[in-house]
């Protein structure tokens, strides 16, 4: 009777343990809300608590692959690193050992304009981009490796478009600018096979205004997409809520609430106006969430600059729990960032936060230059990062100054604690 009484109330507290282990976990079929307005809780966010199994990439330096710029790492897919400058394409090794130059700016034939948007099919090594000024009806195709274009695929909807992406490995999801004179497209996104033949799509119910005399105000928003997780989030252009699609629906996966949402936006911003903005790529482990409150313009020469109160906010995707953060600090160099509520940034003048980004290929990652590499003290015996001093000698010893940077690439961390 003792043991059957000792094993009932050991099985009550092994169900009280997991509700609540449970009670703040996202349920099925619900959406996340943020309240920014209202956010109770405050972290200093450190790289460490972001990233974990790390290592370091050196990018080989040659004539050849002497980066600019970096404008986008389109892949880590472990063989290969894809990198993207403000002119050419380069294909590195997984280790970071220079292969070619696959794609390259210029008129002639096979040659890119500085206006592409990439996709990278990581089974099929394929990467797919949109080029606006060069065969910019058609979606064009490079096989990474054999090196060499494939037929392209003709864009089921003629024009420029906002955004685009490999989806079922088989089919391709777009969505088109519609801001030109005369825009009859419905669709906020729209699939399409590899022949080109429209498939389905998602009517648009959100516009927005352009403050010119050749179009009406009852412009539609288009849906710009954000791979990862295996999943694909959405957002309406200049509206704030992601969204999961799934059976060809939309279903709301993160709402964000604050005071003075606009009903409908304009292009143009105006005093007060608020933005809400997030990562291209999402990760299953966190979400970071940039809160743009627009401040005036202040007019500089010939043009006008905006400037902006911005605050940045992370949402831990695994209980729910959400706070402002108040400082970054990249725990593998040393430099902190001051944030907290509400910091002013000037587009064109200040840069972005350099939190790690996010892949589709589920990986994170941080860009280091050789100026930034040689201040870190690597006798910090107390550093989480402590693991790969000993390659950081290597790589500082045969470094120069004017070499292609390191990338620092990881996993996101499985634990992630927000608070202080």
Known sequence: MRRIFLLIITLFILLCFLNCGSKNEQKAGTAFHVELDNCKLSTDLKLSDLIEDCRLVPLETTNESLLGEIREIISLSGEYILIADRDNVYKFSGEGKFINTILKNGRGPGEISGSCRYSFHRKSKMLFFVDDFVENENIRCFDVKAEKFLPSI?????????????????????????????????????????????????????????????????????????????????????????????????????????????LKPNLMPFEGDIFITYEPCQNPAYVIIRYDLFTGWTSEGSFNRAHYNKSYYILNKTNGKYALIQSYLDDFTGNKFILGKSFSWTPGVDKDIPFPKTLTDGELYAVYYPHELSKIDTKMRNSPFKNLFAQLEIIRNNQKETDNPVLLIGYPKKRLQLEK
């Open 154 to 262: 003709k864009k089921c909807f003629p024009g420029r478009w906002l955004n685009f992406m490999v989806y079922q490995d088989s089919l391709i999801m777009g969505s088109i600018e519609g801001i030109s004179r005369g825009e009859t497209n419905p669709y906020a996104v729209f699939v399409q096979n590899f022949k080109g033949q429209f498939l389905w799509g998602i009517k648009s119910n959100k516009t927005f205004i352009i403050p010119r005399s050749d179009i009406n105000d009852n412009v539609l928003q288009r849906l710009i997409f954000y791979p990862g997780e295996g999943s694909v989030y959405l957002r309406y252009r200049l509206d704030d809520t992601l969204f999961t699609l799934k059976d060809k629906e939309l279903t709301a996966y993160l709402i964000p609430e604050y005071k003075n949402k606009i």
